[in-house]
């Protein structure tokens, strides 16, 4: 990626919603430029989707739970697959799951949650659907607390893209 196209998705991440002229200000090209780079980083896939980060507690997400899961012997895993598929159809509130490896585990998950009781019926409905998986551990972060030191934010990643090429 070349460093103007990086000074651009840092940009992006810091804030989606500036103009092409802003962006273009910011970052030292013309606005065709940015107007032409943002569509071919679109059409590569480096830029996926615009969105926004809400306050969640606003909006009455208490907890966030980062999961752990690992198969269960033997497994099949087309049907695996389906199954998987077909859970992650039905709840919105998974907002990441990928392989991986650590603590004896092979995936990992991510989801949001508007209480403890939320969580539970999750995980209950996880175990009763995906039986080729057994929850290995679940970590629960709270945005009830007020010790929380960073908030979930691409501006901090959009900083350390830029800083590693500095």
Sequence with gaps: MKDTELKLVSELMKNSRRSDRELARLIGVSQPTVSRMIKN??????IQEYTMIPDMNKLGIEMIAITLAAFKPPANPEERMRK??????KHPNLLF???GRG???ERAF???H???SDYAKFIKEFKAEITEYQIADSFLISYKCDTILRQLSLVTLADYLRKDRS
């Design 110 to 112: 991510i989801s949001a």
């Design 41 to 46: 980083l679109e059409k590569e896939g480096i």
């Design 97 to 99: 799951i990928s392989s």
């Design 84 to 89: 998987c598929k077909e859970f992650v159809e």
């Design 114 to 116: 508007k209480d403890y």
């Design 103 to 105: 603590t004896s585990t």
